[in-house]
């Protein structure tokens, strides 16, 4: 796990997006405090899909507009987003275990 913190402070100097940041935190907070109570459950499941929300569409628009070869950062950017998208939604879709 601390790898994974290691590599998330350098997730969070490359980029500096304080959503990428607060995503991040939910997940080292799941992490290591996996038991959710109950009532917060349904406000972590809408903040959490409004960041996976977020950077679904920055993703697209790194892909669209600001596309850069492999390596670019406009590159990394575009894979980090749509890997959070899609990683995000699936917490959420695990996460809605939790709420019902």
């Given at each position: 796990?601390?790898?994974?913190?290691?590599?998330?402070?350098a997730l969070k100097e490359e980029l500096k997006d304080p959503e990428l940041d607060a995503a991040l935190e939910y997940v080292v907070k799941l992490i290591a405090v996996p038991d959710v109570a109950q009532v917060k459950v349904g406000p972590l499941i809408v903040k959490l899909q409004?960041?996976?929300?977020?950077?679904?569409?920055?993703?697209?628009?790194?892909?669209?507009?600001?596309?850069?070869?492999?390596g670019t950062p406009e590159n990394k950017?575009?894979?980090l987003y749509k890997t959070m998208n899609d990683e995000l939604d699936?917490?959420?879709?695990?996460?809605?275990?939790?709420h019902r």
């Open positions: 796990m601390v790898d994974e913190i290691t590599e998330f402070n409004a960041l996976s929300a977020k950077f679904g569409v920055m993703g697209r628009y790194y892909e669209t507009f600001s596309t850069g070869k492999t950017r575009k894979n699936n917490l959420v879709a695990a996460l809605k275990y939790l």
